[in-house]
């Protein structure tokens, strides 16, 4: 169910907020609960179900690492969970089982959860209920932001409704659904055409626009959801990462990914490149943990091998401009944001289009 649904605005919506503000605290989190369960599981049932069974054997599994004081045992137990929660991922991205609504996102948060146990940086939850609320709660599950369990800890206790809260939260959500359905959706409507007169037929000018277009749209789109995703939590007393900061500003690619999509960023950094070593091992292993990061990003994102090349493309980009390239960008953002208007809808185009043969047309019609 999308936040732009008639569905979602005028039925779930209006009947989940009354009866979560008119409850005591001490029944929020059921609240929140159970109806995020009911939201997911209006768009498949039986997805729920994988859903509540994969976050029950988390909450069990990291209850009994939690207990264990040897380290190897700890180890053991890690390893199981990171292969069942990646495991299970990998099995419906790259195969042709029906891929779960936003499984990507949730397996992520559960594996924040897990890791953050693990290194003590924060304790097993008894209450499964807190637990549920923090894997399940609605504006978040289905497409971020993604937000890890050692900044939501404490908001799962409090619940904080303030008159202001509400309305900064409402005020969000409207812009947010302005970018989506006002925006984004129209932009999309030229993707779309492009696509229907087929590559080979459009003209340079027509592929940059298409290509600027689509650069647009997602934007708007992405950015429009997770606007109403921070506001719904406003809304509930929630406070939500930002997930967007002018993007498309950015003088370098390096840069603009510390502006896109940040919590995603931020959990890779948090879990994949840190733990590798970060830049504390010298030039050749950072740029090596800047490889296994983006070529990981670019499989998160989808099964086709265009998800890997885009992902090395980045990574390239990234290498030149840690390099020194950055450095002279940044001190002349002029060149920097001509550099970008280049490179954003280049990428985006790697993104967007599965057939790397249809790709090529593409590349090559905005050119010749």
């Not at 600027?212 to 950015?223: N, R, T």
């Not at 998800?307 to 953002?333: C, M, P, S, T, Y």
């Not at 208007?341 to 790709?359: A, E, G, M, R, Y």
């Amino acid at each position: 169910m999308e936040f732009s649904s008639l569905e979602f605005l005028f039925r779930f919506l209006p009947i989940f907020l009354i009866i979560y503000y008119l409850v005591p605290v001490k029944y929020k989190n059921p609240v929140l609960f159970f109806g995020s369960l009911v939201f997911y599981a209006m768009g498949n049932w039986k997805d729920a179900l994988l859903l509540l069974f994969s976050m029950s054997l988390n909450y069990i599994l990291v209850l009994l690492m939690d207990h264990i004081s040897r380290k190897s045992s700890r180890n053991t137990m890690l390893v199981i969970l990171l292969c069942y929660n990646i495991g299970l991922l990998c099995i419906f991205k790259y195969t042709r089982l029906s891929l779960p609504l936003g499984i990507s996102f949730y397996t992520f948060t559960m594996l924040s959860y897990v890791l953050d146990v693990y290194k003590k940086k924060t304790a097993a939850l008894r209450d499964y209920l807190e637990y549920g609320t923090y894997i399940l709660l609605f504006p978040k599950l289905i497409s971020g932001p993604i937000a890890q369990f050692a900044n939501m800890a404490g908001q799962l206790k409090k619940h904080p409704i303030r008159l202001e809260k509400i309305e900064h939260g409402l005020t969000l959500f409207i812009i947010g659904l302005g970018y989506k359905v006002i925006i984004a959706n129209h932009l999309a409507i030229l993707w779309r055409d492009i696509q229907g007169i087929g590559f080979e037929s459009i003209s340079t000018p027509l592929a940059w626009m298409g290509a600027f277009g689509y650069s647009a749209q997602l934007f708007f789109d992405f950015q429009g959801y997770s606007l109403m995703a921070i506001g719904l939590g406003r809304m509930m007393g929630f406070d939500f990462p930002q997930n967007f900061n002018n993007p498309y500003m950015a003088v370098s690619m390096t840069d603009f990914w510390r502006r896109w999509h940040m919590t995603l960023g931020g959990w890779f950094r948090e879990y994949v490149y840190i733990p590798l070593g970060g830049n504390r091992g010298g030039f050749a292993k950072t740029v090596r943990n800047m490889f296994v990061v983006w070529l990981l990003t670019g499989l998160w994102h989808g099964a086709s091998w265009n998800f890997v090349l885009w992902g090395l493309l980045l990574f390239v980009l990234l290498f030149v401009e840690k390099a020194g390239l950055g450095k002279v960008l940044e001190r002349h953002k002029a060149l920097g944001h001509i550099y970008m208007i280049l490179w954003i809808p280049l990428s985006w185009l790697v993104f967007v289009i599965t057939d790397l043969s249809q790709l090529g047309i593409y590349l090559q019609k905005l050119f010749f």
